[in-house]
């Protein structure tokens, strides 16, 4: 007996010894399925390992050290189908296999994301890839970014959606295309923010920095959204693959068309992209109609040479035109917008062992906008329209560099904005003083402003085995001015009167971020970031020439005077990944916001508003102190799973330490103030929840899908504002894609499947109405996606 | 079978593009005047506008006509300015047709504008062209 039990004792312990001291080796070759060749570069990684490898000049690859036990691989390579499997690490063999990747010829045109040289963000960055995007009716931008938790978008028409990210909007946030280029719209009331200037087909992937901690990409207070068009790329031999999309939306009797070619052999290469969308108006749950139609076109060349290996320039230009796009939230609609967009983009990679990449990127950014309110009841008696140029140009320069047993990337980045536009009314309704002449009042918008930022950055990541660190520090030079901020009335007469020397201003701001993950197990990480992020005013904040700009019914005046808004936010982000359970990640964050850019209210005994139907007249002004503060959490089930599960909600509260609410009397006079405090922010969203569940068919030929949404009702709303509260709603959506070959696919689905009448809360007002523009209701879509 | 359905998907993707003409035909008329009179028009761009003097030679039959061609969304202007009071001028007319249909129609003067010894009678329609 004694004997048995020492035996076992031994056997036990030496089990344990074993498995503590584990020798395991894995190791294989990764090769093309149909030529055999070597794939070298392919990315492997061993689930519950922290780090994975890549294959040598041979394709080979090796794990060690493992314990013995049954791990599940994923394998990637640029060009190839990922390929997951399960491989067993038994004791005494050295495991060695040939794995096989089949090419993929889609993502052969697939964008390549930039490499942060992050493992794992201490923050929430969120990259959704063409996929994605192709599987859905992208009619917009904003529209579709809509679907990512925390991230929300103001509606005032059918498209042309305004993104809001954890309630940061405006110029809060960093929109930008391509690593760098960023724009300046033309419109005051903001129908065309950057991200209506790209078109939708073209993206290929959208990057979301949620804070202010990505300090590398330009000023950020509230976070970045980076959107990668399609870029040509080096081919081994000379070749031209052509990929396109259709899509049909019904209930705005929507189509759209993209078309993309791209080429070229190891030295010269080139895409060219072509669109066309023309959507009508669609009809509501409650099969009322709602103004929403609009036309866009726009067409892109890129040329691409590689002068040496790791080396690549490549020229850009891009022309993107709307026609009569509708805004039934605004006094005016679009009726014609003219984006010219230009850049020269030089990269290079492993230039030395110091030097990992150099990047340069010039750019040039012009905007033509036309506005009227001919579609208006009031435009048969006096016709507004307002023409603005803007033009927005700059560069942007970085290195990245391998120092101390760490990345360090160091750069500098500028950008000149130059606005300038006029609002022409034509009073039909009056008298002409003089035969031939109709009466006709010029008013500035602005009037040659300028806005020039030079920022310097600097971002350092290290790891050890535990640990991950990222700091980073950015100062900006930023520098305004403008001709005289005035308004005439019919007697010559200045009302607002800021001559031209009083416009100008310069600030110099200082951002910093730090931020370390830790893995606290075998499957949870824990990041903590703390940042503090600057932004200088905006065009609008600064200068705009008394009109209605903002979510509340009140002109506004622009103040050259604004101090800069800056935001102090600390993130914690716990994550957890187990091959054979999935990914979870879960978020919260605290935002202290100083000198809040908001709204003041001017007697009307001093400034009385132009414009018919508004309260009053504000100046933009710094109102003090603000808080915001949310989660976010999210679930995805494991890749190698039949049944695809995905669960997600997130919720945003905030409020102004102290702001003037006022009185109205039944006139629309202002007749009492009072300071409250901790009023809610205007335009946040409520509480949602996303529950989507698919299933994988035939070797993941077919693959149908529900989707489930709940969206609270928001009763936390601005009195200052004068904000309504939203009702609750729930949505169900259904879809399918099939998978014809490798050169087709087809999606398609229901969207509001029960046809609900609904209207989200970031909805603004339709104009002369105290109800929100509401959402389309049921839409059956399909989406033809080819590739050769 | 993939440059098939290629050409297939290309040739729905061109029958899909439509030609813009949206233009649409635009006509000021002016009848029942017998004395001289003053008309201002304009479409589109308010601020060109010319002064046309008429003489219809004594007939109210006379039909004065200015044809266009305008988008929908662009602002009509028609003026009109007299000596003489068409009031119980049967048939009298100032008018913008849209594609033929009547768009904005004066039966009578808007106004009047007195100047010592001189009265002015003035008619003024105008409209946007419904999209």
């Known amino acids: 007996m004694r004997i048995v039990i020492t035996l076992s004792l031994f056997l036990f312990f030496a089990s344990i010894a074993m498995d503590i001291t584990a020798q395991g080796v894995f190791k294989g070759k990764v090769i093309d399925s149909k030529t055999k060749v070597a794939l070298v570069g392919a990315s492997l990684k061993l689930d519950e390992i922290a780090t994975g490898t890549i294959t040598d000049g041979e394709g080979k690859f090796s794990f060690e050290n493992l314990k013995f036990k049954s791990y599940v691989l994923l394998v990637k390579y640029q060009g190839y189908y990922d390929v997951v499997q399960k491989i067993n690490v038994e004791s005494f063999v050295n495991q060695e296999i040939i794995i096989e990747m089949r090419l993929n010829i889609r993502e052969l045109t697939t964008v390549e994301i930039r490499d942060d040289k992050i493992v794992s963000h201490p923050y929430s960055k969120q990259t959704i890839s063409r996929v994605t995007l192709s599987q859905e009716p992208v009619r917009d931008i904003g529209d579709f970014l809509r679907s990512i938790p925390n991230v929300s978008a103001i509606r005032k028409g059918g498209a042309n959606l305004d993104p809001v990210i954890r309630g940061f909007k405006f110029d809060q946030l960093n929109v930008q295309v391509d690593n760098g280029l960023s724009m300046e719209g033309g419109c005051p009331n903001r129908m065309d923010p950057t991200s209506a200037h790209v078109e939708a087909s073209d993206i290929e992937a959208i990057e979301i920095y949620k804070g202010p901690f990505a300090l590398r990409y330009g000023p950020v207070m509230g976070g970045v959204i980076n959107m990668l068009t399609i870029n040509p790329r080096p081919y081994e031999t000379f070749s031209v693959f052509v990929k396109g999309n259709m899509g049909y939306e019904s209930n705005w009797n929507g189509m759209r068309q993209h078309v993309t070619v791209l080429g070229g052999n190891q030295k010269i290469f080139f895409a060219l992209t072509g669109n066309d969308a023309r959507y009508g108006n669609y009809s509501d749950g409650d099969g009322s109609l709602v103004k929403s139609d609009f036309r866009k076109m726009g067409f892109t060349g890129k040329l691409g040479y590689a002068p040496a290996k790791n080396h690549r320039i490549i020229f850009s230009a891009s022309k993107f035109y709307a026609r009569d796009v509708a805004f039934t939230a605004l006094p005016m609609d679009e009726r014609t917008d003219n984006t010219s967009l230009y850049s020269l983009d030089y990269q290079a990679k492993n230039i030395s062992n110091t030097i990992s990449s150099l990047e340069f990127k010039a750019y040039a950014s012009l905007i033509n906008h036309v506005m009227d309110n001919n579609e208006r009841p009031f435009g048969d008696t006096t016709s507004s329209i307002a023409a603005i140029d803007a033009l927005k140009y700059g560069y942007r320069a970085e290195a990245g560099l391998n120092i101390a047993k760490g990345h360090l990337f160091v750069g500098t980045d500028f950008y000149r904005v130059e606005k300038d536009g006029q609002r022409d009314k034509i009073m039909l309704s009056q008298f002409p003083m003089q035969i031939g002449l109709i009466p006709l009042k010029v008013e500035n918008l602005w009037n040659q402003a300028v806005i020039t930022n030079l920022g310097l950055f600097g971002e350092y990541k290290r790891e050890w085995t535990m640990w991950e660190m990222v700091v980073a520090i950015r100062g900006d030079f930023n520098q305004a001015y403008s001709d005289s901020i005035s308004l005439l009335n019919m007697m010559g007469v200045d009302l607002l009167g800021t001559p031209a020397d009083s416009t100008s201003s310069e600030l110099i701001n200082f951002s910093f971020s730090a931020g370390v993950t830790r893995n606290i197990s075998e499957f949870f990480t824990l990041g903590a970031s703390f940042g503090r992020g600057v932004r200088s005013p905006g065009m609008i904040e600064r200068f705009i020439v008394s009109l209605p700009t903002g979510y509340d019914n009140f002109e506004y005046i622009g103040n050259p005077n604004l101090k800069p808004e800056a935001n102090n936010e600390f993130d914690l982000v716990l994550r957890f990944n187990k091959s054979q359970i999935g990914a979870a990640e879960f978020t919260v964050f605290y935002s202290f916001i100083q000198d809040y850019i908001g709204g003041e209210f001017i007697p009307k005994t001093i400034q009385k508003p132009l414009t018919q139907s508004v309260l009053g007249v504000k100046r933009f002004e710094n109102l003090g102190n603000a808080n915001l503060a949310g989660f976010e959490f999210g679930y995805n089930s494991p890749t190698f799973w039949k049944m695809m599960v995905k669960f997600s909600g997130a919720y945003t509260f905030g409020a102004i330490k102290e702001i003037e609410v006022l009185e109205f009397d039944a006139n629309g006079n202002a007749i009492n103030a009072e300071m409250v405090s901790n009023d809610p922010i205007a335009e946040l969203p409520p509480f949602e929840a996303k529950l989507s569940i698919g299933y994988k068919l035939f070797d993941m030929k077919w693959i149908p899908k529900a989707d489930f949404r709940y969206v609270a009702e928001q009763n936390r709303v601005s009195e200052a504002s004068l904000e309504p509260v939203s009702p609750s709603f729930y949505l169900i959506n259904v879809s399918m894609t099939y998978r014809f070959s490798d050169y087709l696919d087809v999606a398609c689905g229901i969207n509001n499947l029960l046809d609900t009448e609904y209207t989200e809360h970031l909805n603004r007002r339709v104009v002369g109405t105290d109800y929100r523009i509401p959402e389309p209701g049921r839409i059956l879509y399909l989406n033809v996606n080819y590739n050769f | ?131």
């Not at chain 2, 993939?2 to 029958?15: E, G, M, N, P, T």
């Not at chain 2, 009298?92 to 249909?101: L, N, R």
């Open chain 2, 1 to 131: 079978m993939k440059y098939i359905v290629f050409f297939v998907l290309l040739i729905i993707a061109f029958s899909s593009c439509q030609k813009d003409n949206d233009e649409v035909q635009v006509v000021y008329a002016i009848k029942g005047f017998s004395q001289p009179y003053k008309v201002v028009y304009a479409i589109g761009d308010l601020n060109k506008t010319e002064v046309f003097n008429i003489d219809p030679a004594g007939s109210t039959s006379y039909e004065w006509k200015a044809e266009l061609q305008a988008v929908p969304g662009k602002v009509t202007y028609l003026y009109v300015e007299s000596d003489e009071n068409i009031s119980n001028v049967s048939g009298f007319h100032a008018t913008i047709f849209v594609e033929g249909k009547v768009f904005r129609r004066a039966y009578d003067y808007d106004g009047t504008r007195q100047m010592p010894n001189d009265t002015t009678f003035y008619i003024k329609q105008f409209g946007t062209i419904p999209f």
